[in-house]
């Protein structure tokens, strides 16, 4: 701060030395005149980001620097506001952010799962090449191979699994979809079931019956005990004898 302090002044007092240009006026008497017309700094930080106008294709798809982000199935056909940070990119229709994703380099793509769940219940065979599984979660993508290789041709039964997403997020149905296949068990109640059972439970069935059985004890109060009560157990450590 006193490096800093030092240099302002310096620099404030070489504004009423230096000219600009020769003859020229004092660098001090222009910045006093700007400063005039200088607005105030605004309330709460601007986003360090660039903005762009993306339109949204007919396959959910918005391009930016190579690379593709895709948007909800409601936003097909119209123009959204990309905000372009350094680690991801976000997309708003107005003010309200619709998608997120991570940034991704030239010829990349980030494709999220539930904005396609719609359009795979409408056209539940294209689940069998979608791109948004096969770039996806690898245990989602093996999952689906292992379902038709199964189960060929129930297409529909394999889009109401991957329904489960909406409602316990992509992560954790992939994990579910790792012990499924595992089991090969290919069919949405067994799927359910996984996901259930990986549900974190604030206690433990031994810890509930714990509690269920201290529950039905009244509690006792007990009489307080002198500490020195207990110094033959030290003495009887080291070997002495006690009374």
């Known amino acids: 701060e006193a490096l800093n302090a030092t240099l302002a002044a310096k620099c404030l007092e070489d ?16 910045w006093e005149g700007e ?10 930080p601007f ?24 948007a909800p199935p409601v936003c097909a056909g119209k123009g959204l506001t990309m905000r372009v940070f350094w680690d991801r990119v976000e997309l708003a229709d107005q003010e309200r952010t619709v998608a997120i994703h991570p940034r991704q380099r030239p010829g990349g793509a980030s494709l999220l799962l539930e904005h396609y769940l719609p359009v795979l219940a409408h056209k539940p065979r294209a689940v069998a090449h979608a791109a948004v599984i096969a770039r996806g979660e690898p245990a989602i993508a093996r999952y689906r191979d292992a379902f038709l290789a199964a189960r060929p041709g129930e297409h529909r039964a394999l889009v109401a699994i991957l329904g489960l997403g909406t409602e316990v997020g992509v992560p954790r149905l992939a ?20 996901v259930r059972m990986a549900e974190p439970r604030a206690t433990t069935p031994a810890q509930a019956l714990e509690q269920a059985w201290l529950a039905r004890w009244p509690q006792t109060p007990v009489q307080g005990v002198s ?17």
């Open 47 to 70: 986003s360090a980001c660039r903005k762009r106008f993306a339109r949204v294709d007919k396959t959910l798809l918005t391009h930016y620097d190579g690379a593709h982000y895709s």
């Open 15 to 30: 504004t009423h030395s230096r000219r600009r240009g020769p003859g020229g006026p004092l660098i001090g008497d222009l």
């Open 35 to 44: 400063q005039r017309h200088l607005a105030p700094l605004p309330a709460s």
């Open 227 to 243: 500490a020195g009560a207990y110094t033959w157990m030290g003495e009887a450590a080291v070997g002495r004898e006690v009374q």
């Open 175 to 194: 994990e579910a979809l790792e012990s499924a296949a595992r089991y090969r068990a290919f069919d949405l109640e067994s799927v359910q079931a996984i």
